[in-house]
């Protein structure tokens, strides 16, 4: 089975922070926190959203528990700065997106928002295929395909 999903908006990157914090007694820990849980809760509510409204009438959503394969294709937005060459490059292919977010961090962002909505657990995906390049829509394609086991 392959599910496909597109999510509109600039791509955005997993980025776990870590900040030191103080307990009231004066002794000093270290606390992680996510600044991006919002945009997290908010792709997985779009998810969940989107398969909802694919549902038949009547029927149960569960969530994918075998091996499964995952494709994204990640279209950044051209910088307002680049001028007319810099964008016609863009458009003949020949300017490929370098800068950050890394890709790796994009797609561990897409995992994390896949799990508990489309799959159980990302220790699930075998094979992942990302690519990231300029566009003038900037948004994200997830393809999601279900192998056999």
Do not use: W
Request: glycine letters at 8%; charged letters at 25%.
């Amino acid at each position: 089975m392959i599910m496909k999903f597109y999510v509109p908006g600039v791509p955005v990157e997993k980025r776990i922070q870590a900040r030191v914090m103080g307990s009231p007694s004066g002794r000093k820990f270290v606390q992680f926190y996510n600044p991006k849980a919002r945009e997290t809760e908010s792709v997985k509510y779009l998810l969940t959203r989107t398969i909802y409204s694919r549902l038949a009438p009547g029927r149960r959503y569960e969530m994918y528990g075998g091996p499964c394969e995952i494709r994204c294709l990640f279209n950044m937005p051209i910088p307002k700065s680049y001028p007319k060459s810099k964008r016609a490059l863009i458009m003949a292919g020949k300017l490929q997106h370098v800068k950050k977010p890394d890709t790796s961090n994009l797609v561990k962002f897409i995992e994390d928002c896949l799990v508990g909505v489309v799959i159980v657990d990302d220790r699930q995906v075998i094979n992942i295929t990302a690519a990231k390049r300029y566009s003038d829509a900037p948004g994200t394609v997830i393809i999601i395909e279900t192998l056999g086991g």
